[in-house]
């Protein structure tokens, strides 16, 4: 059964980094993509960042230049880099595979609190 565990929030100051893991379990078979959300409270959950079984990456425009997807297909893991992170960086970080009939596997989520 396909799964998703994230990992590695917490508390960073402004100008820090973080880097948050997501574990997928399961077959690959039928990802359309994957990507990374954040939602704070009172907010719609937005996009973070994706990237499709071909590789290619779409960044949200907040944290284009400082975050990151990297991958280690051997650990079935996606990252989420985060680099010169600001206080409204901070909410609840998701993680989701999507397949290729639009339907969305989402992770528990992970708090991440940045501080001014």
């Known amino acids: 059964q396909l799964q998703l565990v994230e990992s590695g929030g917490g508390l960073a100051q402004a100008g820090g980094s973080l880097r948050l893991s997501c574990v997928r379990s399961?077959?690959?078979?039928?990802?359309?993509?994957m990507g990374w959300y954040r939602q704070s409270p009172g907010k719609q959950r937005e996009v973070v960042v994706t990237?499709?079984?071909?590789?290619?990456?779409n960044y949200a425009g907040a944290v284009e230049g400082r975050f990151t997807i990297p991958r280690n297909h051997a650990k079935a893991t996606v990252y989420l880099q985060m680099d010169s992170l600001k206080p409204e960086d901070t909410a609840v970080y998701y993680c989701?595979?999507?397949?290729?009939?639009?339907?969305?596997?989402w992770g528990q989520g992970t708090q991440v609190t940045v501080s001014s």
């Open positions: 399961g077959s690959w078979f039928g990802t359309k993509a």
């Open positions: 989701d595979t999507r397949s290729w009939n639009n339907n969305d596997l």
């Open positions: 990237i499709g079984s071909g590789g290619t990456t």
